[in-house]
């Protein structure tokens, strides 16, 4: 597949999408969402691939936000503006309903639109460099892609009131203190540490990793009670699995386990 503003790259079960903006500090414009999605769902449908790591090209952003030139386009227009938020929204849930893990590795600015498109992945590693926040309210609007609701779920709503609230950057050390950024490494170990949190995951049953993450996020819209019932369905659908009698058998065996995703 050829885009014009990311590259998709695929080496053995992990592929890779990057930004590809950097004169634009890989801002994510109306062009760059649609190919995102339609990554997203190469990604989904390749059956090889078993994560998903996403970065932004250069060692300055991640991705700096929303195409500030196109929300000018639809400032005044209530419509359109609803619009362009459902689009982004759309193709950042694509990442929910990816049946894979998706890490978003945060190589610098990861700001407003960008900073939503790493919270709607499933983890978050950064370099010590990196600045995250979610400025929308510096330029009188607030977050329109899922932001408001992930960063909640995530760090709770406490942090979310204060990153949404005074639209400050914070450092990836502060993003990390309070839960957004789950590993933070250094500039030059941003690669391997992504790598070997990949590979963590890779190890183990697909069809457990993917029945766990379904299970959290699921669970974002249940009551305890409600969660649970589904936690003891799951459960139930993981322990008629192959993966599972592999697992018990590896264990007993003192042996590395070979998952097939069965
Ligand atoms: N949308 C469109 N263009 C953007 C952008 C965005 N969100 N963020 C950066 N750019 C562009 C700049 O306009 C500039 O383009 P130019 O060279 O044609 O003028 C280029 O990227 C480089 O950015 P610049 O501001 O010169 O770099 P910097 O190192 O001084 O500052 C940032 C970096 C990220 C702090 C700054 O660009 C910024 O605050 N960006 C906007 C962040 C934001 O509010 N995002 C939320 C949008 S909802």
Same mark, same amino acid.
């Given at each position: 597949?050829?885009? =014009? ?16 903006? @950097? ?37 300055? $952003?991640?991705? $700096? ?69 979610? @400025? ?6 607030? @977050? ?47 690669? =391997? ?12 049953? @697909? ?18 009670? =409600? ?10 659908? $993981?322990?008629?699995? =192959? ?13 590395? $386990? ?5």
């Amino acid at each position: 597949m050829t885009f =014009e503003n990311i590259l998709l790259d695929k080496d053995g079960a992990v592929a890779r999408v990057t930004i590809n903006r @950097p004169d634009k500090m890989n801002a994510l414009n109306h062009q760059t969402l649609s190919e995102l999605g339609e990554a997203f769902d190469d990604v989904k449908g390749d059956t090889d691939i078993r994560a998903l790591v996403i970065t932004g090209t250069g060692d300055k $952003a991640f991705v $700096a936000g929303a195409d500030i030139g196109e929300l000018l386009e639809v400032a005044g227009q209530s419509e359109e503006a609803a619009k362009l938020a459902g689009f982004g929204q759309s193709v950042f849930r694509k990442l929910d309903e990816l049946g894979k893990p998706s890490v978003a590795m945060v190589n610098g600015f990861a700001l407003g639109g960008g900073c939503e498109l790493a919270l709607a992945c499933t983890l978050r590693t950064a370099s010590n460099t990196a600045r995250l926040g979610l @400025p929308e309210v510096s330029l009188g609007i607030i @977050p329109g892609y899922g932001g408001s609701q992930r960063l909640s779920r995530i760090a709770g709503p406490g942090v979310a009131r204060e990153w949404i609230l005074t639209g400050d950057m914070v450092s990836a050390e502060e993003a990390h203190r309070v839960g957004v950024i789950n590993r933070i490494f250094a500039p030059e170990d941003l690669e =391997e540490g992504t790598a070997k949190l990949v590979k963590s995951m890779l190890s183990k049953g @697909p069809l457990a990793i993917e029945l766990g993450m379904q299970a959290i996020l699921r669970g974002w819209d249940m009551t305890q009670s =409600e969660g649970e019932q589904m936690e003891t369905e799951f459960f139930g659908k $993981a322990s008629v699995t =192959e993966d599972m009698a592999e697992g018990m058998a590896a264990f007993l065996e003192k042996r590395k $386990a070979s998952f097939q995703g069965k």
